[in-house]
């Protein structure tokens, strides 16, 4: 089992910045693969970024290189996501999950523990 609590959403203005948290516990989380994924209102969740525990390693859709960057703090055992210069787009609830598999993966369904979200607002 893993516990996922997210930290850091809020409400804040087209270009600030924000950076959410993911803290991890249970189970050894080296061969896990971290991801963030976000929901708008009325919209599907959608895949944001991931970072492989081990080595680091991240991938970002499309649609936020650039302005979104992933890390993770092994020691806090801590999963970041920095965002930088905030759009009214960006509102959403910010999910944090986990993927036990062998492969990191960008689909919703191969993350086997979810955290309950943190909302974050961006006003224009």
């Known amino acids: 089992q893993v516990q996922l609590v997210e930290s850091g959403g809020g409400l804040v203005q087209a270009g600030d910045s924000l950076r959410l948290s993911c803290a991890a516990s249970?189970?050894?989380?080296?061969?896990?693969?971290m991801g963030w994924f976000r929901q708008a209102p009325g919209k599907e969740r959608m895949f944001v970024a991931f970072?492989?525990?081990?080595?680091?390693?991240?991938y970002y859709a499309d649609s936020v290189k650039g302005r979104f960057t992933i890390s993770r703090d092994s020691a806090k055992k801590t999963v970041y996501l920095q965002i930088h210069s905030l759009k009214p787009e960006d509102t959403a609830v910010y999910y944090c999950?986990?993927?036990?598999?062998?492969?990191?993966?960008?689909?919703?369904?191969?993350?086997?523990?979810w955290g309950q979200g943190t909302q974050v607002t961006v006003s224009s």
């Open positions: 249970g189970r050894t989380l080296s061969s896990l693969t």
């Open positions: 999950a986990a993927d036990s598999t062998s492969t990191p993966h960008i689909t919703g369904v191969w993350y086997d523990y």
């Open positions: 970072i492989r525990w081990s080595g680091g390693s991240t």
